[in-house]
């Protein structure tokens, strides 16, 4: 069905916040959710637990094409 390859949208805030944390803290993140969550939740202030799980899973999806891109790199 057309428009099923479409990704989420993410309000300009949530991808702000998340790139802020990825780029002070590079090496923290990873591309598991559940280790993002509690690092976000540990570093930031963001009240409720939806936010925190949408950059989590911002964080999660930019590492996961990070890696992507860093090991089809020829060597």
Do not use: S, W
Not at 1 to 25: C, H, S, T, Y
């Amino acid at each position: 069905m057309a428009g099923d390859d479409l990704g989420n949208v993410k309000p300009a805030f949530i991808k702000r916040i998340a790139l802020e944390l990825i780029q002070k803290f590079p090496e923290e993140f990873t591309d598991d959710f559940e280790k993002n969550k509690m690092l976000v939740q540990k570093l930031t202030t963001i009240a409720t637990k939806n936010m925190r799980n949408r950059v989590a899973g911002y964080i999660t999806r930019v590492m996961e094409e990070r890696r992507k891109i860093k090991n089809e790199e020829p060597t």
